[in-house]
């Protein structure tokens, strides 16, 4: 396996990582204040903000992954 793969499948094994442990809930907790942002509570705009940046990291990640030669469409 070349280097590029590998260090593609590391990210994201670091991003799921990271995106986990941001999602627990003694991290979750310090975002639960009495404040809001556009009107929305500050912990669903975290846990959404997080969201949305782990999809947008995992589908890079995903597009910049070599195609396997064997992997023909049709």
Known sequence: ?????RRIRGGMF??????GLLM??????????NISHFG???IV???FALWLLLVIG?????????RDP?????
Request: proline share 12%; charged share 10%.
């Open 24 to 33: 627990l809930p003694p991290l979750v907790y310090v975002f639960d204040q």
């Open 40 to 42: 929305i509570p500050q």
């Open 14 to 19: 670091l991003l799921t990582m990271l995106g």
């Open 58 to 66: 995992t589908g890079l990640l995903a597009h910049a992954m070599p």
């Open 45 to 47: 705009f975290y846990l």
């Open 1 to 5: 396996m070349s280097e590029r793969p």
């Open 70 to 74: 064997g992997d023909g469409e049709g």
